[in-house]
Structures are given as C-alpha cells and as structure tokens.
C-alpha cells in the first residue's frame, strides 16, 4: 500500500491471501475483490517465499474463466516458481492481466489505469 501512495494512488480494497495460498485462494479473492465497486484496477503483487507464484497464476486463471472480472489486473510475480508462473500467463495471454516485473512498475501502471477509468 505504501508503494501505490508513494506513485500517487490509494488502495480502495486490501486483500492478504496469506502464506498457505493456492490456486483456489487466488481465485477466492479475486471474486471478493470484484465485488466491491469502488474498485478501478486490481494490483496483485506477490513475493513467493511460501506462496508459489505457479498456483498463484492458476487461480488467476480460475478466476477469470468462472468470474467476469470487472477491473483489470497488475501482476507482478517475483519468487518461487515465478518463471514457471509467467510461462503459465504467457501461454494463455488472458485479455486484462497485466505483467509488471518489478512492484514500483506494478503499482504505477495500477494506478495509471485507475485514472483512466475514472
């Protein structure tokens, strides 16, 4: 949250999925997220320690076939099977994820497009 107020931003939800994540966690919170309407862009940033950025994208994917996402996603994945995570994105290219590699990119082009959705 502090990165998105550093680039100019303000976070309208705040969602931790916790250490234990997996694909049907991401997918869990990425309906949450979509329910609430004040919300222009979703900016998911994950550092995989516990967390696999591999299941991460999964969900994401889940998410986006079982719920019509009503923002766009930031994404940027950095950590345990994060090169395995972006070949998964890579090989689907789903219509409204956007890759960022590192979190200031990913919070700026967040923010970016939340002004332009106002």
């Given at each position: 949250l502090d990165v998105v107020n550093q680039v100019g931003g303000g976070a309208a939800?705040?969602?931790d999925i916790g250490g234990g994540a997996n694909a049907d966690v991401m997918a869990d919170a990425l309906e949450v997220i979509n329910t609430d309407p004040n919300v222009q862009v979703?900016?998911?940033?994950?550092?995989?320690?516990?967390?696999?950025?591999?299941?991460?994208?999964?969900?994401?994917?889940?998410?986006?076939?079982?719920?019509?996402?009503s923002s766009p996603?930031?994404?940027?994945?950095?950590?345990?099977?994060?090169?395995?995570?972006?070949?998964?994105?890579?090989?689907?290219?789903?219509?409204?994820?956007?890759?960022e590699l590192s979190m200031i990119s990913a919070a700026k082009r967040a923010v970016e497009i939340a002004g332009e959705r106002r």
């Amino acid at each position: 949250l502090d990165v998105v107020n550093q680039v100019g931003g303000g976070a309208a939800n705040f969602l931790d999925i916790g250490g234990g994540a997996n694909a049907d966690v991401m997918a869990d919170a990425l309906e949450v997220i979509n329910t609430d309407p004040n919300v222009q862009v979703i900016l998911v940033n994950i550092f995989g320690g516990i967390v696999r950025c591999d299941d991460v994208a999964r969900g994401i994917l889940r998410a986006i076939e079982e719920v019509k996402l009503s923002s766009p996603i930031v994404l940027r994945l950095d950590g345990t099977n994060s090169t395995e995570a972006r070949k998964i994105l890579d090989d689907r290219r789903p219509a409204g994820v956007i890759p960022e590699l590192s979190m200031i990119s990913a919070a700026k082009r967040a923010v970016e497009i939340a002004g332009e959705r106002r």
